[in-house]
């Protein structure tokens, strides 16, 4: 059983930042990749970026070069760096154990422009 919980979440301003952190309780964390998500009202969840248990990191178009996945394995706990955040970031974002149905209950980044 795993249990995963977002936090970081908040309103800022375009060009602003945030970092969003995940805390994973359960022995699968460091064996498995993690995700983050992200769901924008009215539009389907989407992939943002995946760290896997070696640290190599993949990211989605929107997110190369603004966000940085990362994780802790000693602490069982996954983060997000956001910079340069836009109006088209604002969504629900969640943390995923990869090729799993555990899901983390979302954290919402607000971006006013």
């Known amino acids: 059983q795993v249990q995963l919980v977002e936090s970081g979440g908040g309103l800022v301003q375009a060009g602003g930042s945030l970092r969003l952190s995940c805390a994973a309780s359960g022995s699968s964390f460091s064996l498995n990749a993690m995700d983050w998500y992200r769901q924008a009202p009215g539009k389907q969840r989407e992939w943002v970026a995946t760290v896997a248990n070696s640290g190599r990191t993949y990211y989605a178009d929107s997110a190369k070069g603004r966000f940085t996945i990362a994780r802790d394995n000693a602490k069982n706990t996954m983060s997000l760096q956001m910079n340069s955040l836009k109006p088209e970031d604002t969504a629900v974002y969640y943390c995923?154990?990869?090729?799993?149905?555990?899901w983390g209950q979302g954290t919402q980044v607000t971006v006013t422009s």
């Open positions: 995923h154990l990869s090729r799993s149905d555990y």
